[in-house]
């Protein structure tokens, strides 16, 4: 069955730098989640996206963009990286986010582990 | 805001041991509950959920029932194998405003030894 794919799986950048993480759901799975994982340390949400639109935000910094495609991929840009943003950031995508029994499940992808130096 | 506290780790158990982790929540409402676990280098994958209170979720003999009494929902099973070495991490969802966002406990070691 087809995964949550992620890309780059690993990547290194300098302090200052940028950097674009991207992720392809789910076919046919209309919502996408991104949550940043420091080393050590549970997820922390950062945004979501729904049928294209923002749905929510969490601690995401204003560094950070995002935006979800007309193919329902997503695409996390980070501009001036910190070294303290060094972490595993995972993508989930779900079939909407809420049926009447609940919140549907979010598949995660593997993750992009980002190394700012 | 809402809040998910596990015990923390790490849980060294020998094969065929019972496993206990515990987990409450802070959460206005009524939340759904999860349990994700983690393999090394892996992504998170969906252990179990319940949905309403004195739900019960199961899956590859793990289970855990959600108890609103409480704001409990601690993850059992019976046997623990070496392969059930990862991290399990609780987490709650609550649709007040109408997202799926994972809110997550900081996470639990499991090591099993043989």
């Known amino acids: 069955a087809a995964g949550v794919i992620q890309s780059p799986r690993h990547l290194i950048k300098e302090k200052r730098e940028t950097a674009t993480l991207k992720c392809y759901p789910i076919?046919?799975?209309?919502?996408v989640y991104w949550y940043q994982q420091g080393p050590g340390q549970d997820p922390q949400f950062l945004i979501s996206?729904?049928?294209?639109?923002?749905?929510d935000k969490g601690s995401i910094p204003d560094r950070f963009s995002a935006q979800q495609f007309s193919d329902y991929h997503s695409e996390l840009n980070m501009s001036s990286l910190e070294l303290g943003d060094s972490a595993l950031y995972f993508c989930?995508?779900?079939?909407?986010?809420?049926?009447?029994?609940?919140?549907?499940?979010?598949?995660f992808g593997p993750g992009t582990r980002l190394t700012v130096l | 805001g809402d809040s998910v506290t596990q015990m923390e780790g790490p849980v060294t158990l020998s094969e065929e041991a019972f496993l206990t982790i515990n987990c409450t929540y802070t959460?206005?409402?009524?939340?759904?509950l999860f349990w994700y676990v983690q393999y090394p280098g892996e992504g998170l994958q969906l252990l179990l959920k319940?949905?309403?209170?004195?739900d019960k979720g199961s899956n590859k003999g793990f289970e855990a029932t959600y108890r609103k009494e409480t704001t409990s929902f601690h993850l059992e099973k019976g046997s623990v194998q070496v392969s059930d070495s990862a991290v399990y991490f609780c987490?709650?969802?609550?649709?007040?405003?109408?997202?799926?966002?994972?809110?997550f406990g900081q996470g639990t070691t499991l090591q099993v030894k043989p």
């Open positions: 989930a995508s779900s079939l909407a986010e809420w049926s009447r029994e609940g919140p549907h499940e979010q598949f």
């Open positions: 076919p046919r799975h209309d919502t």
């Open positions: 996206f729904y049928e294209k639109m923002q749905s």
């Open positions: 959460a206005t409402g009524y939340p759904s």
């Open positions: 319940a949905t309403k209170a004195d």
């Open positions: 987490a709650l969802s609550r649709g007040s405003s109408n997202t799926g966002k994972l809110i």
